[in-house]
């Protein structure tokens, strides 16, 4: 995990949230490390060090076909010398996108799974077949979520707070893993709002859940806002895309839509719409992520620039 840098964290200046009487920072995590970016470095970090004390010499992971982890992972297991194999939902596609072409570079070894069958991946069946098809492997969960990915974001909680402090940190949530860190690792007056990138209502439960792994605490420093997802994961609308252009056009800070995109949409929305009280020092925590850009880009025709 070497090659780690703490990443700077910029004001964003803008008339719009001049206006609206607060200031607004953001922690460039997207420029944390070269290839493991983002909140995936602080989710692998400690994985891959209990990988290694455990002798495994192979990491198996799940995700989709523009996962982000598995990305990261593959790459995490090509610079600590771990073999690393992804189980990927749904057929194989050739030629093999962006995401999947470099985490075979990194030397992953792929494996595609129906959906049906992936669905099944948390099952005790399905993860004793993995241990009897490959021995001695380390097994991450889909998104690197677990008790030690907590534990790392909140290495990443204590990096921030010896550079500032803020009245309101505001993430992108998928499963849950990278906020659960970052609410039990700060103080707990600390006001912690995640943008959920999923459709529902389930997110604050399922944190819940993840908070109750690490501790017995009830932890109430924290909101999940369900209002930004853009018709739920990996989905889009027009003017989602024009936020992240002309944010990248006004700031040269690049956003990608699954996650960081939306956050930053959300967090605008709020500041325009009273959403935060006068004079709050806002955090936004870039996440990472840029590598899905590639393929979401050809996917769509560039539509990012
Ligand atoms: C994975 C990811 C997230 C979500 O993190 P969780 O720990 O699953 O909530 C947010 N932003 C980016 C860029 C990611 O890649």
Known sequence: MMEKTISPIQEIKDEIITHAGVRLFIKREDLNHPTIQGNKYWKLLYNIKEAKKQNKHTLITFGGAFSNHIYATAAAGKANNLHTIGIIRGERINPLNHTLTAAEAYGMQLHFISRADYRKKNEDTFIKDLNLRFPNSYIIPEGGTNSLA????????????????????????????????????????????????????????DVQKLLLTYSDNTYTNFSINNNYHFGG??????????????????????????????????????????????????????????????????????III
């Open 150 to 205: 907590i534990k790392g974001c909140q290495d990443f909680a204590k990096e921030i707070q010896n550079q500032d402090t803020f009245d309101a940190i505001c993430l992108s949530v998928g499963t849950g893993g990278t906020i659960s860190g970052l609410i039990t690792g700060y103080h707990l007056e600390q006001k912690i709002i995640g943008f959920s990138s999923l459709k529902g209502n389930f997110l604050k439960k």
């Open 233 to 302: 994961y990996a989905k889009h609308q027009p003017e989602l895309i024009t936020f992240i252009n002309e944010f990248k056009q006004k700031h040269n800070i690049p956003l990608e839509p699954i996650y960081t995109g939306k956050m930053m949409y959300g967090i605008y929305d709020l500041i325009q719409n009273g959403g935060f009280a006068s004079n709050s020092k806002i955090l936004a925590i870039h996440t990472g992520g840029m590598q899905g850009l590639i393929g979401f880009n050809k996917r769509y025709g560039n």
